[in-house]
């Protein structure tokens, strides 16, 4: 970590900030996990649990912006401060977002549970929301750590998200071709899938403001697009005439 | 990659050119083989803390370090194509001029300060002249408005702000090139600290301005380079928004962070 600074009471406030981004993440990457669970196990309680979360989420993302607003105005960061502060106003509002997504997934939970069961898609979720729990678990240790290596594998690690995504919307266009009566309960699966995809961009801003922390430069490669389901023609059309 | 912000549009031109410049007052090494340029029609800022060697530097470049006796200056320092050393201290001064910490007018009328250099280097012609060059000044100087009915009082019967504007035109009555200031604003409350800076911002459309100063807000407000000095090195020479956003040197990121380095 770095040196103190000479007024003690500034690395008080800037730690504060960074133990309620902490708190907050670890809040998220349980939403994300129960959201995901209560879906697979059918538990409605749990559902409701994470959407009782979100309230604190929400709570904390506005005091971390209190917190930093104050920074600004009474400690006038430069620097790695600066970067810090920055960085922590981005990093909340991708953290609450992904905090929204998973009480979405959790409120379409209650229901799925009163329609048809799809094969495979509470599993296949599962697997989507777990890889993605991983990826912010891994993007918020690079940020205490002040990794910005960690952060770049984060990065990359997007376009398996994306990868997996595309298998799934492929899997529900197949189910709603094969039965209507699969339309209603692929729709909401679809929902959950995109949410989960979503949550994953907003991991890697979180992971790009770890690199913009850590060196004071953004990461420059352009992502490979990996999830093509918005301009692929063929994808939407048929899955059958895809090569 | 394409720049938009108005401080980079810098036109890259050096006004001074310092090499391997070193001081040394008896046998203290006060500053080590500097190297920098001065660019024209730019804010520069010397930062660093006390002793390092910032107002030592700047006082090389208008030969102010001549009168101390055991000081020595070596290096190279090219103002206008020739050595400091070589130019006449007197029209060197006027063309660069100075304004110091406290401010510090002649205790004669606010006219007579601000005519006092164009008096002695002949610049006007005439009294019609003179009363035009002091006008000018003191326009540029934001002070006209304040003492154009008082011209004949005496300068010290200003304000602190006041007296500091007074200066300023003081020194930019003989139109020099480049404007040194040491601290101008130390003494002064932020109101006139304000409109200071926002002179400073207007003069650097004609001269080249370098200021020292201890406030790295005051340094991040109006300059648009800023070196960074510690115990006698330059440590580090960047346009001002990459010195405090992301410093290359840790020592400069300990002090503008206000960590112990």
Redesign the interface.
């Known amino acids: 970590m770095?040196?103190?600074?000479?007024?003690t009471s500034?690395d008080n406030d800037l730690e504060r900030i960074q133990a309620h981004i902490m708190k907050m993440g670890g809040l998220v990457e349980a939403s994300i996990s129960d959201a995901a669970d209560s879906f697979l196990l059918r538990d409605v309680e749990l559902a409701e649990k994470v959407r009782a979360r979100d309230a604190s989420i929400d709570e904390l993302e506005t005091l971390i912006n209190d917190d930093a607003a104050r920074v600004l105005a009474l400690r006038?960061?430069?620097?790695?401060?600066?970067?810090l502060i920055l960085s922590v106003i981005k990093v909340s509002a991708n953290l609450e977002r992904i905090g929204d997504y998973s009480k979405n997934m959790a409120k379409r939970t209650s229901v799925l549970l009163q329609m048809r069961e799809i094969d495979n898609a509470a599993s296949s979720l599962r697997r989507l929301a777990k890889e993605v729990e991983l990826m912010l678990k891994d993007a918020l240790d690079a940020y205490i750590q002040r990794d910005p290596q960690r952060a770049l594998e984060v990065i990359n690690k997007d376009k398996d998200v994306d990868q997996m995504y595309n298998g799934m919307f492929r899997q529900f266009l197949t189910f709603m071709m094969e039965d209507p009566r699969n339309i209603t309960a692929c729709m909401h699966l679809h929902f959950i899938a995109k949410n989960i995809e979503r949550m994953g961009d907003h991991v890697t801003s979180i992971a790009e403001q770890v690199v913009f922390l850590t060196?004071?430069?953004r990461p420059l490669e352009q992502r490979e697009k990996e999830d093509r389901t918005s301009h692929d023609v063929n994808m939407s059309l048929d899955p059958k005439t895809e090569t | 990659m394409l720049d938009t912000t108005v401080d980079n549009m810098i036109e890259e031109k050096p006004k001074i050119i310092a090499r391997d410049v070193k001081v040394v007052y008896g046998d203290k090494e006060a500053l080590r083989d500097v190297s920098l340029d001065v660019m024209d029609k730019t804010v520069t800022a010397f930062i660093g803390p006390s002793g390092c060697g910032k107002s030592t530097f700047l006082r090389c470049f208008n030969r102010m370090n001549d009168t101390i006796a055991n000081c020595r200056v070596s290096g190279s320092l090219i103002y206008d194509g020739q050595e400091i050393s070589a130019h006449d201290p007197v029209t060197l001064r006027a063309r660069i001029g100075m304004v110091f910490q406290k401010p510090n007018p002649f205790p004669k009328s606010i006219y007579d300060n601000v005519a006092y250099g164009p008096r002695i280097h002949g610049l006007s012609k005439n009294k019609a002249d003179l009363d035009g060059i002091v006008e000018k000044a003191l326009r540029r100087g934001a002070l006209w408005d304040e003492v154009k009915d008082r011209l004949h009082e005496t300068g010290t019967g200003l304000s602190g702000g006041q007296q500091q504007r007074l200066c300023i035109a003081r020194a930019i009555a003989t139109e020099p090139e480049v404007l040194l200031m040491d601290e101008p604003c130390s003494a002064l409350d932020p109101i006139a600290t304000a409109q200071i800076e926002e002179l400073i911002n207007e003069l650097k459309q004609s001269y080249s301005v370098v200021i020292v100063t201890h406030s790295m807000q005051q340094a991040a407000r109006v300059s648009q380079k800023t070196a960074f000095f510690h115990l006698g090195n330059l440590v580090e020479y960047n346009d001002t928004g990459d010195i405090f956003t992301k410093p290359s040197d840790p020592r400069t990121e300990s002090y503008i962070t206000g960590r112990i380095g």
């Open positions: 770095q040196d103190k600074h000479i007024v500034f006038a960061p430069t620097a790695i401060d600066l970067r060196t004071g430069e």
